[in-house]
């Protein structure tokens, strides 16, 4: 397991390496080349098990760190001038989501990524009307475009994307997605998150192919559902919800919830944790989870004043792994104007290496 941490569109200023990945690897959690076998500097936009998706400027990449190959993507096409006719295209969510192509699966007692086939997804902040994140009608509907790559086709392809919300709100400018089960997750609200958008796509049937999940009913609104204050992960496989907020001077709440399917097709949310954190008094009012641990779902990360920091909940134990020098800078960046400027990505080594498959015209 390996986390990356960086600016938002910028430098990467954090490795983290598990004991097996140091092995894997080779490197140290400080080492500043764990990408430049790319031809080119990037920026990480999203990651899926073992790969990552990175771009530099206009151009995308799928690459895996271990074996150090990679693929660069046919530049994405510019939206309809139709629906844009004088706009500058501004992506706000980027997904990489494979799915398995082998009829070996883990109901079978065997998986395998050897054979496997992946979409790109770039989602545009630009909405379908007059005014921009307006929402169309009363029901409130909402519509975003999505361009996708498809390794079947090996081409890009445009959709309008449709959800209904039974409140409106201002979608977010940015913010960072999760992959589980082949369904990509992030968080939707500006000032303050109303809920999650789950958006599936592999799924040709438009009515299926986006929903919107509403929080748990213990999950708090307001403050403390503010971009510093909650976080996505996936955990095994599963997605997962959590907050984390003040509760007094010296002590912070967190609560992660799981997202649970059941045989009908309903989904529930299910309490994992409730813990109390109980920090040092000079760092308090300065930390933000960054974090869930894909394999120990009893560990977050989390930045603790200038500390990238690991907590065991279990043990209510803080571990400091790399202190930044700016790093109180990061927090206030953090939470500067409600934009998301750090983002954490993990990838999570399956028992093989997986293959970065050559686009379909070649």
């Known amino acids: 397991m390996s986390y990356f941490c960086k600016y938002h569109c910028s430098k990467t200023f954090y490795h983290l390496f598990s004991e097996e990945s140091k092995v894997l690897h080779g490197k140290s959690s400080s080492s500043p080349s764990y990408l ?42 510019q939206l309809s001038k139709n629906l ?11 997904g990489l989501v494979c799915k398995s192509s082998s009829i070996c699966n883990k109901q079978l007692g065997c998986s395998t990524n050897a054979d496997y086939k992946y979409k790109v997804v770039l989602i545009s902040s630009l909405a379908l009307f007059e ?28 959709y309008e994307i449709s959800y209904s919300r039974k409140i409106s709100f201002v979608p977010r400018e940015h913010t960072d997605v999760v992959v589980s089960n082949g369904i990509m997750y992030w968080l939707e609200g500006r000032l303050e998150f109303k809920g999650i958008v ?25 403050w403390r559902a503010s971009e510093d204050k909650v976080c996505l992960g996936v955990v095994r496989g599963q997605l997962r919800l959590s907050q984390l907020f003040k509760a007094r001077k010296s002590c912070f709440v967190l609560r992660i919830w799981e997202l649970n399917h059941n045989n009908s097709g309903t989904a529930s949310w ?4 409730d813990a109390r954190l109980v920090v040092d008094s000079e760092m308090t009012g300065k930390m933000v989870l960054l974090a869930l641990h894909p394999i120990n779902g009893a560990v977050v990360f989390t930045l603790l004043g200038d500390h990238v920091c690991q907590y065991n909940i279990l043990e209510r134990k803080f571990e400091s792994f790399f202190q930044h020098k700016d790093g109180h800078i990061l927090y206030r ?30």
């Open 36 to 77: 430049e076998f790319l031809p080119k500097y990037v920026a990480i936009m999203a990651s899926v098990d073992d790969l990552l998706l990175v771009a530099h400027r206009c151009y995308y990449y799928i690459c895996n760190p271990l074996t150090k190959k990679w693929l660069e993507l046919p530049k994405p096409p």
């Open 84 to 94: 844009y006719p004088e706009e500058e295209v501004i992506y706000t969510e980027f």
């Open 131 to 158: 005014e921009p994140f307006r929402e169309i009608d009363a029901a409130h509907v909402f519509k975003f475009i999505a361009t996708i790559f498809s390794s079947d086709t090996g081409r890009w392809r445009e």
């Open 198 to 222: 789950a958006f599936d796509p592999f799924n040709e049937i438009s009515s299926k192919q986006c929903c919107f999940i509403d929080f748990p009913a213990q999950f708090c609104r307001g």
């Open 270 to 273: 299910v309490l994992h944790h």
């Open 333 to 362: 960046m953090k939470i500067a104007k409600n934009k998301k400027f750090i983002s954490a990505f993990t990838l999570v080594h399956p028992p093989w290496p997986t293959p970065i498959l050559p686009l379909l015209s070649s």
